[in-house]
């Protein structure tokens, strides 16, 4: 058996065809256009990488979008100083600080700065605390795509025996939050591992859905998992360089094991990481919305 490959590639193209309807409302009814600003700190390639991509999926959708390029070494105060103008500015709706941020700026203080009414990310502790509860809030990008990724390609979870591998607060938590929840793709029985949890295999082979976020390639393999188990892969991993000087990148899931034995796996790349932008495309019109 080889498993059914769940493409955030082609879901996302779905949901951006949703989003571009919205968005034409927005604009004619309301005279309103989404706007995002994105702001960088420092020269890191793999955030330009991600900023550059946002920038994109903003012009294709017809999202205005500000993006603000700053020295690594600008004083924490000045960042501050920059979010504070940008939350009052009624043309940006959202406001994204790609992270990390370098040393000298404390992250936790920069996303609490951020008016939680234009934190499209997801990451205020207001947005944090709100979606533990189950309240209406914005949900953090990667996790709200893990469930439209599911609910989408017809995964059952209700009732579902979920793992996560992983407990950021980017990813991990989030998802294990979500997936507890009486809402559409949840209602499952949540199992959260991590670097610390004895007998990870263990654990992992008990899994109908499979979520790994760990920063590390191959943290699972094909000898961890049950037949049927449904992967969702998070991760991004550079490995090396192809003769012709492009990126090898790989999950943290052994894709090649795993897939024998799953019904259903994400790729990397065309998996998780489409769903995570339009999932923040979706989040800045939502915040447009809210203005209305």
């Known amino acids: ?7 955030g590639t082609e879901i996302a193209k779905q949901i951006r065809e949703e989003l571009k309807k919205e968005i034409v409302e927005l604009k ?6 989404p706007g995002l600003a994105t702001v960088l700190v420092g020269d890191d390639p793999a955030s330009k990488v991600y900023v550059g991509q946002k920038e994109k999926s903003c012009s294709n959708l017809g999202i205005y979008s500000e993006r603000i390029d700053l020295s690594g070494n600008i004083s924490e ?3 501050l100083l920059l979010i504070e103008k940008l939350n009052k500015d009624s043309r940006i709706h959202g406001i994204l600080v790609q992270l990390p941020l370098p040393k000298q700026i404390n992250e936790s203080r920069v996303i609490c700065a951020i008016d939680p009414a234009k934190d499209v990310d997801g990451f205020h502790p207001v947005n944090i605390g709100k979606m533990v509860i ?14 439209e990724l599911l ?3 017809g995964v059952q979870t209700e009732g579902a025996e979920v793992v996560v591998v992983g407990r950021s607060n980017i990813v991990g938590k989030p998802v294990l939050n979500l997936m507890l929840q009486k809402r559409p793709a949840g209602n499952a ?22 979520i790994v976020a760990t920063g590390y390639p191959k943290t699972v393999t094909g000898d961890m998992v049950k037949e049927g188990v449904v992967v969702i892969d998070v991760g991004v991993n550079r490995i090396g360089k192809t003769p012709e000087g492009k990126a090898i ?39 447009a919305k809210n203005t209305i």
Request: glycine share 8%; hydrophobic share 40%.
């Open 151 to 153: 609910a989408r390609s």
């Open 189 to 210: 029985t949540v199992t959260l591992c991590h670097t610390k949890t004895k007998d990870l295999a263990f654990h992992t082979k008990r899994a109908d859905i499979l």
């Open 134 to 147: 189950g309240e209406k809030c914005f949900l953090p990008c990667t996790p709200h795509g893990i469930l």
């Open 249 to 287: 990148l790989v999950g943290d899931v052994d894709f090649e094991s795993v897939k024998e034995k799953a019904a259903a796996i994400t790729p990397v790349p065309g998996g998780v990481g489409p769903m995570t932008i339009v999932m923040l495309m979706k989040n800045t019109i939502q915040a």
């Open 1 to 7: 058996m080889s498993a059914k490959i769940i493409s």
């Open 77 to 79: 105060e000045k960042l």
């Open 28 to 33: 004619e009814r309301h005279g309103v256009t």
